[in-house]
């Protein structure tokens, strides 16, 4: 199956697998909320072990199994709280746990730079495993599961995603970032918002999880916040010579590169629907 994936064209590559995923994503999240959770804690899992494992090509040396074995349980924790299935004030479990991260590096000798590894071992939690575990905030407001909003949120940011990329493949002149991403372009970036802008038109009426003006302002948010998303894995993949974050992901490169935009944008959504919604 992989040579036979290898021998296809990037796009080509693209569209078999974002098939392949969507429906696992998309059963996932329709067919319970203990799916959803479980469904984005392995890929959590997944992603935080990819961003452990590129920081060590680069000579470092996170905790890479002990960090994301507390991001799972933050993922788990926020599920069961937001659930309603166990205390809020279970959250300071987190405490102790992220704080056996200094007592593990207390006993490796052989680290050099102890305290960068051990910030490190925190930016995995802060960057990859933060971000997912609010998706349970996301879809599980008020303890009850609303599918229709996290898959609307999906949809809205894989729309920017698509459009960003056959608006920049076709029109793209105009750099947005060269610095960063140089093949990132203006053009991409409208057709990217143009495309979220039509999604969240017909989320409008299909999906009533949200007011039509709070669909339009998450569909902003996650253009901009999955760009910029985007972005910061670039200028992370720049900073230690890499093009993509791994392979597992035919056509898509690894979990970071598939989930980038979410990572960014699930603190800016959550925020908006806590503080405005």
Request: hydrophobic letters at 50%; glycine letters at 10%.
């Amino acid at each position: 199956m992989k040579e036979r994936l290898d021998r296809m064209t990037n796009l080509q590559q693209r569209v078999i697998t974002a098939v392949f995923g969507v429906f696992i994503i998309l059963f996932g999240i329709w067919y319970s909320d203990w799916t959803f959770a479980l469904l984005f804690c392995i890929i959590s899992a997944l992603t935080q072990l990819e961003f452990y494992k590129l920081l060590g090509l680069d000579g470092n040396q996170p905790l890479t199994y002990y960090g994301t074995a507390v991001g799972c349980l933050i993922c788990l924790l926020t599920y069961l709280i937001e659930k309603q299935l166990v205390d809020y004030d279970s959250y300071f479990l987190i405490c102790p746990a992220a704080s056996m991260i200094f007592l593990i590096k207390l006993y490796k000798k052989r680290d050099l730079k102890p305290f960068t590894n051990i910030g490190f071992t925190f930016l995995g939690l802060i960057y990859v495993a933060v971000p997912f575990a609010l998706l349970n905030v996301l879809a599980l407001r008020g303890g009850t599961y609303h599918p229709g909003l996290m898959l609307g949120c999906l949809v809205l940011l894989w729309a920017s995603d698509i459009g960003a990329y056959f608006a920049g493949t076709k029109f793209g002149r105009r750099k947005l970032f060269e610095r960063v991403s140089p093949k990132k372009s203006w053009e991409g970036a409208v057709g990217g918002a143009l495309a979220a802008s039509l999604i969240a038109f017909f989320l409008t009426i299909f999906v009533d999880d949200l007011r039509p003006w709070e669909w339009y302002c998450v569909g902003a948010i996650i253009v901009v916040t999955g760009t910029y998303g985007d972005l910061v894995e670039s200028l992370f993949k720049r900073s230690i010579a890499i093009k993509d974050s791994g392979s597992t992901i035919p056509g898509h490169g690894g979990f970071l590169d598939r989930f980038d935009g979410l990572l960014l944008a699930a603190p800016f959504i959550i925020t908006f629907l806590k503080l405005f919604a």
